[in-house]
Nanobody, 123 residues
């Protein structure tokens, strides 16, 4: 069973940058498509960014595109999410997800999930 572990959450000041990491601690034995989702209190879990197996294709949620970069280090089995100019509406629990399929913004396409890491934005 694949195990994903997120890290890097915490309190970040409005306007600052944030980098989250997701490590595949129990490996699948194959390269997976990876993505980040987030969930604010009282809201649905939404797609943030996804990256394909080679790292050559990256997709972003429209409103966050330009402030966000997803990347992966296959040697470290780790995917990163860098977010610049963090806003209060970026607060929530950020989840890492993995799939054997293609990059998708649909949460149902991802078989494996991490436990999430909390991001709080302070003014």
């Amino acid at each position: 069973q694949v195990q994903l572990v997120e890290s890097g959450g915490g309190v970040v000041k409005d306007g600052n940058s944030l980098t989250l990491s997701c490590t595949e601690s129990r490996r699948a034995g194959r390269i997976l498509v990876m993505a980040w989702f987030r969930q604010a209190p009282g809201k649905d879990r939404e797609f943030v960014a996804g990256i394909n197996r080679s790292g050559g294709t990256r997709e972003y949620e429209y409103s966050i595109k330009g402030r966000c970069t997803i990347s992966r280090d296959k040697g470290k089995n780790t995917v990163y999410l860098q977010m610049n100019m963090v806003k209060p509406e970026d607060a929530g629990v950020y989840y890492c997800a993995a799939s054997d399929e293609c990059v998708s913004s649909e949460r149902g396409e991802y078989e494996f999930w991490g436990q999430g890491t909390q991001v709080t934005v302070s003014s």
